[in-house]
Structures are given as C-alpha cells and as structure tokens.
C-alpha cells in the first residue's frame, strides 16, 4: 500500500490538507492529515469526488480529435503536431495575437502556470484582464493599505466581535467555524450580515438581513453613525489615517433614514451596528466575495475598510479584515517569463466574448487551461456563438467539460494524484505539496510536460529546460533560508515563517502617503472619486426599486434580484452532482407567482431564460431568487442569464448585478 500526504488543488480558503492510501485491491482513500496546522483532520466533501474522479468513466485518459461533429482518439504524436502546426501556422498568418489563452484556477498548483510562460515564449497572446472571481475587493485593499493581506486564522480567536460580512463559513470555509466557535466560547460576539439567511447563522449571535448590493451602504451609513458621535480611535486615525476629512465629508451624506431605505436594515440596527463596532475591542471582519460582485463592488470593500480603520482595529491582534492573501509571490520564484520579453493583448474578462467578437487580429486559435470559459463566464450565451466561430478550439482537462466538448481538440492532463505540485493559495499561509500517489490515468500528461514538449517542437525549449521536480527546486529555492525546500514539503506542510500572524502589525501601510487612505489619489485615477462612494452605482435606482417592491401592484419588468452563490457541493462548475437547476426564493414570491417546493419555474433577465426546479424558504430574502452557480446536463450554466457589466475597480465581474423575472411552468 502506498501511503503520502498530499494537498487539495482546489481555488477554496480551506486548502486541505490529505493523507492518501492506495492499493490495488482497495483503490485509493482520502483522508484529512491530522498534523495539518489549519485543517487538522477533517476534509469535505469535494476532496472525496476529487479522488473518485481519478477512476471514474468520465476520466479523459487519451487525447481526442473532433471530426465531422464526432471525437476520435489520437496519439500524442498526431496531438502534438496538430497542435503545434496551429501555433505556425496562427504565427504565420496574423502573429501571436491571433491565439487566444483562456485560464483560471480550477487548479492551484504552481506549475500550471507553466502555461502562462509557455504562451509568453510565443511573444505574448490574447489572454483575459482583470478577474473572474475578487479583482475589484483585491484592487480595493490595494488602494486603502497598499496590498491585501490576512491574519492568521487563529488570530479570530482573540476577537471580541466578528462580522461574518457576506461569507459563510459554515460551507465554503469549513474548518475556520472550530476558530470561530472557540471565540464564541471566550466570549465573542458573531453578527451575520447576508442577504440570505446562511448556515452559519445557527453559530451566531445577530442575523442582519441587508439587501442584495447594498452592504457598502450599510457600511458607510455605520461610518455615518461613528462620526457622528466622535467614537473614533482618535488616536489610531491622526497616525495612521489618511484623508479622514474627505471621507466624513461623503459619509455625512448617508443619513440613517436614507441608508435604511436602501439596506432594508433599520436606523436602530444601524446604530447597534456602530456602537459594537466603536465599543468592542478586537474586532474582526470575514468578508465574502459575494460583496464584490456588483459594479460597486471595491467601493464596498473600501468602506468596509474603512470601518476598521475608524475604529483602529487593523494591525492588532484579533482585528482586522480577512479577504486574501498575497504573502506567498513575493518570497517565491515565479515561472512566469519577465513581462520584458512578451506584448500580451488583453481583454477584461466581464467582455471577454464581446472583445473577441470584435478582436482584429481575429483569434484563429484559441486555447483553455484550468478553467471552463462556456459555462463560467457572463453572457454564455454569446460566448457559444464566439465559440462557434474560433477555427481551431483546444481544451486542456481531465473530464469533457462543455468547453471540452466543444472544441476540437482534447487534451487529457493529470490530477492532482498524479503529479507533485507546489500549493501556496491566496487565503492560506501554509506551503504544502499535491504528491504522486498512482502512476496517471490511461495516457494523461501533466501540464508542465506537455508545455514543455510543445516548446521543444516550437524551437521554444531554451524557455522549458526544466524538469517538473528542477522547477519545484526554482520555485523554492528562495526559501532556503527558511530550511523549506522540496525535500522538507515532502514530509508535510509548512506554515510560511514570512507570514506575520497579525498583518499590518508594523503598521507600515504601501500606500503613497504610508497610511491608511480613506482618500486616494490612485482611486481617485482610477474610479474618478478619491473616496469610497456605493451611490455613485446603482443605489438611486435601487431606492426607487425598494419603493416600488412595497407596492403590491408590482407586476411587469424585472423586479427580483438574482444572485449565484456557491453550491455547497460544488465548486464552480466543478463537481456538479445534479441535472437541473434549482431556485430558490422566499414564500412571498412564491405565493405571489403561485409557487410551491417541487414546482418548475421559469427565471427570465434581460439575455436568457431557465427552467429551474423550485424550493420556498424562508430563509431567502423576500426580493431575491438564488441559483447555485455552475452548470445543468445539457452543458449550459446559470451564467446564461447574466450579461457582463463593468465593475469599479480591478476589471473584475459583477456577477450578481442581473435581475430577472418568475412564471411558474405549466405542463400541458
């Protein structure tokens, strides 16, 4: 029996760590690694499919070619040069910007990103700008302290009050609910501001039901609050803050009776909000990514920085904001090539197929790594159409994918049991390595030697000399120092000794005036204000919406907000376990359209429609329907419904900016 520690790939806060078991007779088992310094033991559900999958009938383990609307397997041979003729031949014709390169994270290891350099040996080509998932709440942290950077996680432990802003641990951060109950034995305070009455709720004190959008008013209608009654850190703010003034000036404007007609949270909450806030020391804020994902997203996340600044809880222990991490770059060699050598052309991803649409040079070529652009990308529906007429499609994975299927050319790559890869997430501050435990599926080939062989085909291989184990070695190699090397990761994780346990502790902020800027040039460049502004959005729309929805007579348009969390058992479109999509909504619109659990329902927007089966909950806020995100079995995604939409900061997708429409489904 084979038996070694391995990692989780998955782009999730958690990134678990596993012990392995394989044998022949007994294939392989998954366990939680109990040395594991963050997830001690315990692993979820996604970690058991993830394993599954390596054995499964639905593993891609040859490469396929399509032909005449039908896939054929193909040697590596015919696969190499059919791909790399397309590279020459897209060269030839209209220069590398005539290759289009979708990726993402559908796996977190280092060396898939062997694939970014590999394209970058080409010259640079078409690629995504921006970000599918927290590019604007990423920006904003960058704007107001000068990078995002976290806590360790069991600093929430010393927290007197914890806002669980937007985010539920309880399912998409498991194993930081044994932190956050331990506080609640010492004595914190955990307050729930969601929309939808989430799971981890039951763990906390308060409930706060705000309306869809509308958190960065909230925010700043509780900085209203704490200016207003002078329960600043006065002292915190005069050394480390900068441009209170202009702030207090746009904070004055979110009077509590105009913030209560936006948010849905009434004056007195508001006021309870802000004196918790002011009168509680430490306080802590987990913030989700659902907060960012309106067109007034990082202007959200700036107001709900600045709340901790207002009260000096950044910088000490049991305070602050955990959105991300960006620790683990700065100290690691990358395999990405200097940005000197390459000209990338760039779309922002919330446009990416109307861009391509319009692309000159067209793209002839276009290429998907870790990621499934069909289904995870706004305006599906369009993208099918680009899709369609892109001459040549490649898709790298392990299942087929929508993407996969329709492209022409299939590439089967490696789990994360088949190779060895470095995993350094943006949430965790632990180094661990995904390990070989079974030899690969069939003919399945990591990224980092497929890249590697087409680079040599190409006259490219002086760019991939490397091994994957001598890549692991550069990539670690600054941290030798530390004693960490390829050798130590192998027998366990490691927390990153360059990772303080209180960030920001030397209060020494990368901003261009060293503080704490609640003003700022840069976005003041960038957004056209200098200080956080929700309003500027959509929230004098959204007043004249939340007067119209307490009319009864309501009928035509638009009038319910859709939002697309994650599924619990799910991550994106991967690991989707179920066939039909499934709403769910409150039991005043259900009585309205004259829906009951079981039901179908047809869910219209502005650009597509879905059939969906129906679920009443009073735990869903009475204005909104909620659709997991991801895909059903005919291969079209929620994200048919939605349309990209620009976002203030970090040309990030606002994906829960839709509002859509209920009939019930009859069947004749």
Not at 183 to 193: L, P, Y
Not at 394 to 413: G, I
Request: charged share 20%; with cysteine; glycine share 8%.
């Amino acid at each position: 029996m084979t038996v070694l520690r391995s990692a989780c790939p998955l782009n999730c806060p958690d990134s678990c760590g596993f012990i392995v078991e394989y044998s022949e007779d007994k294939g392989m088992q998954v366990h939680g690694d109990k040395e594991h310094p963050l997830t001690k033991g315990f692993i979820c559900s996604k970690a058991q499919v993830q394993a599954q999958r390596v054995f499964s009938a639905e593993r891609l383990r040859f490469p396929l070619l399509k032909e005449q609307g039908t896939f054929r397997r193909i040697s590596w041979n015919e696969a190499y040069t059919l791909f790399a003729d397309k590279i020459k031949e897209t060269l030839k014709e209209v220069g590398p910007w005539g290759i289009f390169h979708h990726y993402d994270y559908g796996h977190n290891g280092t060396l898939r990103e062997l694939d970014r350099r590999f394209f970058q040996a080409l010259g640079g080509v078409t690629e995504p700008r921006g970000s599918m998932c927290w590019g604007a709440g990423f920006r904003a942290q960058e704007i107001d302290f000068g990078g995002a950077y976290a806590n360790d996680w069991t600093q929430v432990t010393q927290a007197k009050l914890i806002i669980l802003w937007g985010r539920d641990p309880a399912v998409t951060n498991l194993h930081m609910v044994p932190h956050l109950l331990e506080a609640k034995k010492a004595g914190a305070t955990i307050v729930v501001i969601n929309p939808v009455r989430v799971k981890s709720t039951d763990f906390s004190a308060d409930y706060i039901q705000v309306n869809p959008g509308s958190d960065g008013v909230l925010a700043m209608g509780i900085a209203h609050l704490i200016l207003r009654e002078g329960w600043l850190d006065w002292e915190f703010v005069r050394q480390y803050v900068h441009g209170l003034e202009a702030f207090a000036l746009r904070a004055k404007e979110y009077d509590p009776e105009r913030v209560a007609q936006l948010t849905g949270v009434s004056v007195e909450k508001q006021e309870e909000l802000a004196q918790k806030m002011s009168h509680t020391r430490p306080v802590t804020i987990l913030s989700g990514y659902g907060l960012q994902r309106y067109s007034g997203g990082g202007n959200t996340l700036r107001a709900i920085d600045a709340l901790l600044a207002l009260t000096g809880n950044i910088g000490k222990p049991g305070a602050g904001i955990q959105y991300g991490y960006q620790y683990h770059r700065s100290y690691l060699n990358q395999v990405k090539l200097d940005s000197s050598r390459y000209q990338s052309r760039t779309f922002p991803h919330p446009f990416l197929a109307e861009e391509i649409k319009m692309a000159d040079p067209p793209i002839q070529l276009a290429v998907v790594t870790r990621s499934n652009p069909l289904v995870q990308q706004p305006n599906s529906l369009l993208w099918r159409e680009v899709w369609r007429e892109i001459p040549f499609k490649v898709t790298f994975d392990t299942t087929l994918t929508e993407t996969a299927r329709q492209s022409d050319l299939v590439l089967p790559v490696t789990t994360a049991f088949e190779d060895e890869d470095l995993i350094a997430t943006s949430w965790s501050p632990i180094l661990q390595l995904t390990q070989k435990i079974v030899e690969p599926q069939g003919e399945a080939r990591s990224e980092a030697v497929i890249f590697t062989e087409l680079a040599q085909r190409l006259g490219r291989g002086e760019d991939f000399l490397y091994t994957p184990e001598q890549w692991l070695d550069y990539v670690l190699s600054p941290l030798k120092e530390y004693g960490i090397t390829l050798a130590s990761l192998r027998q366990g994780p490691i927390r990153a000794p360059y990772i303080p346990e209180v960030a920001w502790s030397d209060l020494q902020f990368k901003t261009p005036s060293g503080k704490i800027e609640l003003a700022s040039e840069v976005a003041l460049a960038e957004y056209g204000d200098a200080v956080a502004d929700p309003l500027l959005n959509h929230a004098k729309e959204d007043l004249q919406r939340h007067q119209e929805f307490s009319k009864s007579e309501v009928q035509a348009g638009y009038p319910w907000y859709l939002l697309t969390p994650h599924p619990h058992y799910a991550l994106h479109s991967q690991f989707q376990e179920t066939e039909d999509f499934h709403l769910y909504i409150h039991p005043q619109i259900a009585e309205k359209y004259y829906l009951s659990t079981g039901d179908r329902a047809l869910v219209e927007t502005e650009h597509g429609q879905i059939l969906a089966w129906v679920s009443v909950s009073e735990d869903i806020h009475p204005q909104t329907v909620v659709i997991p995100e991801g895909g059903s079995v005919d291969g079209f995604g929620v994200n048919q419904l939605l349309i990209g939409k620009p976002s203030d900061f970090g040309e990030s997708t606002p994906y829960y900016e839709a509002r859509c429409q209920l009939r019930k489904w009859l069947v004749d």
